[in-house]
Structures are given as C-alpha cells and as structure tokens.
C-alpha cells in the first residue's frame, strides 16, 4: 500500500516505497576541537586582506598565569587565503595577545563560547582576561596622554582681559 498523508496511529504492515529523508551532511574533514578538563574552547579567526596569507605575521597567545599554570603559549598563522580559524583550548585567567608584524592587511577576531569577541588588527600587543568560557577586559586601543586637569572655573573672570599665554593660575 502507498504510504498515507498523515501519519497513521498503527504502522504499516510492510515499508514505505518512498525514500526516508536525506542524511545529515558529511562529517567535516577535520574533528571538531573538544577541549577538556578546567579548560574552554575560544576561535580566533584569521583575516588577510590581500588574500595570499600572513607570510611571516602569527599571533601568539601567552599565559600571564605561570605561577598558576606554567608557561602555556599558543601560536599559528594563515599560511595563504583571505581567512582561516584556529581553536585554542585556554583555562581561566589573565593572557596576552601578540601580532609583531607590522602590517595593516592582517587583521583577526577572537571569540569565545557565548559570542563575546575583540578584533584586531596588527601590529598587536596587548591583554585579556578568560572565565568559564567568556573574554573580559577585552583590548582596547592605547590610552591618550593628556595634560593635568584645568584648574576648577570661577564664577567670574579673574582677569580683565585674557592672557597671552596661558598662565598657572586662574
């Protein structure tokens, strides 16, 4: 008998003629990274604007943790295209982020678990914080130096007419 629309309370006696659904996709060529024990997973993808590669750019991520941890480093590159993603196993704590190569086209982003992130773009030297799967204090651009703050208002000015240079006090 052909199978029926909806499906029926009871089985059918004999198989369907119709194929079931298609299988789920191939498996990728390469095992999904598991990371284990007291560590998570975090992706940083590669990008090079050019498209052949870092050349000689890596980044390198380092543990700021070794009285912790030992000294625990991760490094890699994109040996060639315009994008490639490694997955590095990191425990919780303070680490740093290096891409010496002073060169605007290579750029990354750096993800975690929960879909928190920092991008960059080389020359890179700076820090983060990791937990339970989560960036925090992600990098930031190098602070400005500014001069002290002014000295607080008067309510009136204390000079008839302004100064020609600026003077130390109000």
């Given amino acids: 008998p ?14 369907t003629v119709l194929p079931s659904p298609l299988p789920s996709p191939l498996p990728t060529p390469v095992p999904s990274p598991n990371c284990g024990g007291d560590t998570y ?16 750019g890596k980044f390198v991520v380092s543990s700021m943790n070794s009285s912790q941890h030992g000294n625990v480093s991760y490094s890699g590159t994109l040996e060639s295209g315009d994008k490639g993603i490694t997955y590095l196993c990191l425990f919780d704590g303070m680490w ?12 990354f982003e750096f993800d ?7 991008r960059g773009v080389a ?7 990791t937990a339970e799967g989560e960036l925090y204090g992600q ?6 130096v500014s001069r002290l703050p002014s000295p607080v208002p008067t309510p009136v000015p204390t000079t ?7 003077t130390a006090k109000p």
């Fill in 160 to 166: 008839p007419l302004p100064s020609a240079l600026p």
């Fill in 112 to 118: 975690d678990e929960f879909g928190g992130n920092f």
């Fill in 123 to 129: 020359p890179v030297d700076d820090t983060f914080r």
């Fill in 2 to 15: 052909l199978p029926t629309t909806p499906p029926s309370p009871l089985p059918s006696p004999l198989p």
């Fill in 41 to 56: 997973m975090y992706k940083i993808v590669m990008y090079d604007e050019e498209g052949d590669g870092w050349g000689d």
């Fill in 96 to 107: 740093s982020i290096t891409i010496a190569e002073d060169d605007s086209t290579i750029s």
């Fill in 139 to 144: 990098p930031s651009p190098a602070p400005t």
